[in-house]
């Protein structure tokens, strides 16, 4: 039998929101991406808690919880990661990250070595990695979110971006989840001119938890950065899934899922 329990702590100034579900070891903690909350997880979640506490919060600014600022950083974010492991005591547990909740996760982990026992993450976006990469994403974003927010709002850039980074995942997603993404619009072009992950290759280097490094095939320009993330990384996996780009959690659920409970299996 799992319990459910979703709670607020204070972080820095920031009332953050906190689902915690399931039992069993090791517990894992989920770091969403960009514009999402704890709700981009329930799906995995579902399919985990039978076998371990699984813990999903909305990053700071995110749908139910409040900004506490103007700081949206992967390193403030980081902060709040460290800080959240540390308030609800969690011992030593697994990060699941996807895009820039992985860079999130990668940057807790090096600031607090002793924090988790293991991570999966799907594609973070480290452009260290491929100078390349950003100019493209950047001239697509260009391209297609600017002249949909100038045409239709706000609450059209993430439709647009989304189409950009992880093609035909909007159309997978039900209307309630579409509006979610829309509510945190704003905070699409303030993650965006953030200032960026300064994570180099010699500090992912002194990474040494065991780490399983997840992409979509059909990725747009993130795979090769993912496998790159890997191969620095002196305990880490690259793992590709066939049938998915950047949003691997989602459109190979059952795959990911799969990874996750062999992934926290081998770190028991």
Known sequence: ???????????????????????GEPKLVFVHGMCGGAWVWNDQVSRLRAQHECVAYDRRGHTRSSAGGSDHSSARHAGDLVELVAELELDRPVLVGSSSGAVIALEAMFRSPGLARGAVLSEPPLF??????WPRLEARFDADVVPAVERDGMPAATEAFLGVVAPGLWEQLDEQRRQRYRDNAELLFASLSASPSHLTA????????????????????????????????????YVEFADANHATYVQAPAEFAATVESFAASVR
């Open 202 to 237: 010699a500090e992912l280097a002194r990474i040494t938890v065991p780490t399983r490094v997840v992409a979509g095939r059909h990725s747009m320009a993130l795979r090769d950065v993912a496998r790159a993330v890997a191969d620095t990384m002196p305990n880490a996996e």
């Open 1 to 23: 039998m799992t319990t459910s329990n979703a709670m607020q702590i204070e972080i820095d100034g920031a009332t953050i929101h906190v689902e915690r579900t399931g039992r």
């Open 128 to 133: 260290c990695f491929d100078s390349q990469v």
